[in-house]
């Protein structure tokens, strides 16, 4: 088993680059605001909103694929509203992040897990000399609108400020270098598993109905809690699999509906 530590900021940009190459074309930030159906009655689209031009945009699609974190059940609402009969019970656990800058040069990448003041604080120093500290969570702040960047608390930023303070020696006791701030929210289910299913067409009302088959579906992605990051890629290889109709790579049969619901 090989292990290793993935800068998020990285990865994302890697990504980025890799399906822009292979045509895909990226709206953001955008919103999802509704579906469109043809003269049939059936699911041909969703139009979106570019959320800093008002401008909307309608994208083809008889498949689609509900992959929001924290804002899934939102995003299910606004595009199903009662159209469904199921609920999606996804929460969101708000966890506040700093990046330093590495009082000394860094030489290997060290990941760190301890429990300080009833947190769980993780280090991770990273080859570009900035150190990544995590561990400070706020359990009863609600998710907030979606946002580039999501406005961040001071008390919790003051906590994890102490503990990165009482855990990162400098060499002559100056203070510690911050990079960034940061606040994200991790989605989270009760059975503690993400949801990856295909909403199943007989949940659908009478108003809206999807091409028979492997030619359309309502598809969820979401509620990988704290390991989104790790559990990306893996998902999005089985989510293609699954939209496309291919044989799964894995069994994902205990990630989907459970005496008929979600939960
Ligand atoms: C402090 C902290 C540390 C973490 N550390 C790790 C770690 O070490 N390893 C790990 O694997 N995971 C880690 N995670 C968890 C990881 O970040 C999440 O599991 C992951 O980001 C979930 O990915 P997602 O794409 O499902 O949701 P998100 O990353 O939350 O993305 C959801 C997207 O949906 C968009 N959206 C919202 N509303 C709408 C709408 N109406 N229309 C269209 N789009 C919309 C949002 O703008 C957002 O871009 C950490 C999380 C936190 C908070």
């Known amino acids: 088993m090989m292990t290793g530590i993935r800068d998020?900021?990285?990865?994302?940009?890697?990504?980025?680059?890799?399906?822009?190459?292979?045509?895909?074309?990226?709206?953001?930030?955008?919103?999802?605001?509704?579906?469109?159906?043809?003269?049939?009655?059936?699911?041909?689209?969703v139009v979106i909103k570019n959320t800093e031009t008002s401008e909307e945009t309608s994208i083809p699609a008889t498949k689609v694929l509900l992959a929001a974190g924290s804002w899934t059940p939102q995003v299910f609402n606004t595009l199903f509203k009662d159209r469904f009969s199921i609920d999606i019970p996804i929460g969101g656990l708000g966890g506040h992040s700093l990046v330093l800058k590495a009082p000394s040069k860094v030489t290997t990448c060290h990941s760190?897990?301890?429990?300080?003041?009833?947190?769980?604080?993780?280090?991770y120093s990273r080859p570009n000399g900035e150190i990544y500290v995590a561990g400070v969570n706020s359990p009863g702040l609600a998710v907030p609108e979606p946002a580039l960047k999501a406005a961040t608390m001071n008390q919790p930023l003051e906590k994890l400020k102490d503990i990165a303070r009482r855990l990162i020696v400098t060499p002559s006791g100056e203070d510690?270098?911050?990079?960034?701030?940061?606040?994200?929210?991790r989605p989270v289910t009760v059975r503690g598993t993400p949801y990856i299913a295909r909403l199943t067409d007989e949940k659908l009302a009478e108003d809206t109905s999807l091409k028979e088959g492997e030619e359309g579906g309502v598809f969820i992605a979401a509620g990988h809690g704290p390991w989104g990051i790790s559990l990306s890629l893996g998902t999005g290889k089985v989510v293609a699999e699954m939209l496309s109709g291919k044989p799964l790579s894995v069994d994902i049969s205990s990630l989907g509906f459970l005496d008929g619901h979600l939960r």
């Open 112 to 123: 760190i897990y301890t429990t300080m003041d009833a947190h769980s604080p993780e280090i």
């Open 176 to 185: 510690l270098e911050i990079v960034r701030e940061g606040l994200c929210f």
């Open 8 to 45: 998020p900021l990285l990865f994302c940009k890697f990504l980025l680059e890799k399906v822009k190459a292979a045509g895909v074309r990226i709206h953001n930030p955008a919103a999802a605001l509704r579906l469109e159906t043809d003269i049939n009655g059936k699911l041909s689209g």
